[in-house]
């Protein structure tokens, strides 16, 4: 819905634009023609958020493709950018006077993009009564610039949080946990956290020291990873944890350990490592076989016994999710989300059964592709409907049955073949289903 506060005329705007010669303009005549443009930038910001927020209800209500991806599809945009557009929709409905602002030119969509960033992680309570000062923040928008709006909202904010202090404390202890969980697909243990600001301090003040102290000892060492840039710190953390925890708890359970290994029969029983050997961590490390044997003297170990291909003998119908394996083959088609156009990197995806496990389908790579869990959602919970060629071309139905696009496998660019869409008339007539 457009706002009540009177919205630029745009062909009014276009016409002092078009009666400018910009080749020759002064600066009064440039001046002009960017006063224009911004006023009908904005009349048109506002339209397009419409026209988003029009698009949102349409996918919650109706199973409709997400504004974010009809954007990307429709609007020329990055799937980062058509997301930015979607959030700004939800901002402006948050507070309905900056929509009012926006189409008469007073402020510019990155105003809009500013509080979005803002308050996007802010506590709803805290949210509540900054939006509770929207006519504030809009006398803020009109005299500033983006960056300095966007940290004025953030100093309010601050301000907010403060005189909410001691309540926001002790809520911050009641909802601080911890919680872990093993990636069927990848065997890593990944985990979920949420600490006061006292217990983070007690945590990563340590860990940031002892990172320090491990690059310092790789450099010392001779570690190229470590003497460069390249360093990856967030790895480090990771070591540094696990070494203060198992440092911190020696005491209690000095030299055992658990360790899952994935190794094949032959190499287990023989103890020589041959070109088919499968010996490794859960985590992909390569082991010798001496340091399976060596490990199981003291350590509780669980060994997955897999095919001369490398593949779990297990895996088939009896295994839901696909095995390190399939992932390594997928990551080889795929760099980043299946679901055409969307950018989110394949580490982050998890791995979508075409015809779903549980009506039968196997967990064979002619079976799966990669979705990300926004287009995981759009597929089970919206309706839409999923076709895999033998080629792996994808075509992606809505749930009324029209085709929302047709694409090919993210993979590299000397080995991709020329990409075809919904708007290839041959292919869509070929996949339209029958009247």
């Known amino acids: 819905m457009m706002g009540c506060m009177s919205s630029p005329d745009p062909a009014a705007e276009l016409t002092a634009i078009f009666a400018v010669d ?3 303009a002064d600066p009064t005549e440039c001046a002009t023609v960017l006063g224009a443009t911004r006023r009908l930038r904005g009349f048109i910001d506002q339209v397009e958020a419409g026209v988003t927020r029009r698009m949102i209800e349409l996918h919650e209500q109706q199973g409709a493709a997400p504004a974010a991806d009809v954007h990307a599809r429709t609007g020329g945009v990055s ?14 409905d948050e507070a309905p006077s900056f929509e009012d602002a926006l189409g008469a030119g007073e402020i510019g969509a990155e105003h809009v993009d500013a509080l979005a960033n803002a308050t996007a992680k802010l506590d ?23 960056e300095e709006f966007g940290r004025s909202v953030r100093d309010l904010a601050r301000v907010i949080e403060r005189d909410n202090g001691i309540e926001r404390a002790t809520r911050q202890r009641k909802e601080t946990f ?24 007690k945590v990563f003040g340590p860990v940031d020291r002892h990172v320090g102290t491990l690059i310092a000892e ?62 490794e961590t859960a985590d992909g490390c390569g082991v010798a ?47 980043t989300c299946g679901f055409a156009g969307c950018d989110v990197p394949f580490d982050r995806c998890e791995m979508h059964h075409i015809v779903p496990w549980e009506q039968g389908g196997p967990t064979d790579l002619d079976n799966m592709i990669p979705l990300c869990s926004r287009h995981h959602h759009v597929v089970h919970e919206g309706g839409w409907a999923l076709e895999l060629a033998p080629d792996r071309t994808l075509t992606i139905r809505q749930p009324d049955g029209q085709i929302f696009t047709v694409s090919e496998p993210d993979v590299p660019p000397q080995r991709r073949r020329r990409s075809r869409t919904v708007d290839d008339p041959e292919r869509v007539r070929e996949r339209q289903p029958a009247a």
């Open 22 to 24: 910009v080749a020759a």
């Open 79 to 92: 799937s980062a950018e058509g997301k930015r557009k979607e959030r700004r929709s939800k901002t402006l």
């Open 124 to 146: 709803d309570d805290v949210k509540d009564q900054l939006f509770d000062r929207e006519d504030d923040l809009l006398d803020d928008a009109r005299r500033l610039s983006p």
């Open 178 to 201: 911890l919680s872990r969980k093993t990636n069927a697909a990848t065997g890593m243990v990944e985990g979920r956290f949420a600490f006061h600001p006292e217990l983070a301090s």
């Open 218 to 279: 790789g450099a010392a060492a001779g570690d190229a990873e470590c003497r460069g840039r390249s360093v990856d710190r967030n790895r480090l953390a990771a070591e540094a944890l696990g070494d203060l925890v198992a440092a911190g708890n020696q005491h209690l359970h000095p030299g055992t350990g658990d360790v899952t290994l994935i190794a094949d029969a032959d190499t287990v029983a023989s103890g020589d490592l041959g070109d088919e050997s499968v010996c």
């Open 289 to 335: 076989p001496a340091t399976v044997q060596r490990t199981m003297c003291n350590a509780r170990v669980t060994v997955v016994f897999v095919d001369e291909h490398g593949v779990p003998i297990s895996a088939g119908r009896t295994a839901r999710h696909a095995n390190r394996a399939q992932r390594r083959a997928l990551r080889a088609m795929y760099r």
